[in-house]
């Protein structure tokens, strides 16, 4: 499929499900098996926004296990902007210092090769959210085939498939009410808009004393109320923005500047 072609297709889709059979069709005329693209920017979210193509297998492996919180491809994608593989990142200086130590890192990329994904090719995304918030996302094209067929292929069009995947994320970033509404990313309870004014003053009180470290009683101590009633507002500030206890409560304040440090 020339490249042309390939971003004409991706224009017309409409939704995220056109979107997801558009890039795998593209995938496959260079190759690839399946695509993984994932949101890899927020603390505060527990499970990322996750739009992908692989094996059910595969996709209950790295849910069950939680890989997403350990997985060395998803720290690579953060820190860089240019294209790699997986053989890259096993390469890495320090992630064989990991390996040494039997961390966690090791067993993504080997579980991986176990469900037949013998190599992937990482495209990071990194982007300026409408709230004017830095983000990165990555997408990771699997390969199934002899190794020395992609790096034959990558020869020719690693440029093209950046290309490709960095238009495609875009348009994701273009679907941005659905992508919010549907995956709560700044909706809280009742999808409601999470801002400033989700909470009260004293709200916003709690949580930013919460952030700074305070216990509850240093808390009551400084507002000069009970620590019952700081608990009762923290319990508030929890189910209005979802969280489920105070840290993640902080990490979703900050994420959507309802509090400063």
Sequence with gaps: MKI?????????CDSFEALKSAMQGIIESYGFSHFSFIDVGDASIDEPFHLATVSREWDEDYRGFNMVQFDPVLS????RNTPFTWDEVARNESFQK???????DVDVLAAARDHGLKNGFVVPFHFVDSLGRQNSACCTFFWKDRISRLR??????????HMLMLYWAQKVMDLNDVFTKKHKRFFGENGESISRSSLTARERDV???????KTMADIAEILVISSHTVEAHMRQ???KLGAT?????????????????
Excluded: P
């Design 207 to 213: 949580l930013s004393w919460t952030a700074r470290g």
């Design 98 to 104: 990991k390996i040494t130590k039997r961390s966690h």
């Design 237 to 239: 500030i929890m189910r």
């Design 4 to 12: 042309q072609e390939s971003l004409v297709k991706i224009e017309t």
């Design 245 to 261: 206890n105070k840290t993640h409560a902080v990490a979703i304040g900050i994420f959507h500047n309802i509090i400063d440090l």
């Design 152 to 161: 034959f292929m990558l020869k020719r069009e690693r440029h093209d498939l």
């Design 76 to 79: 690579a994608a953060r820190r």
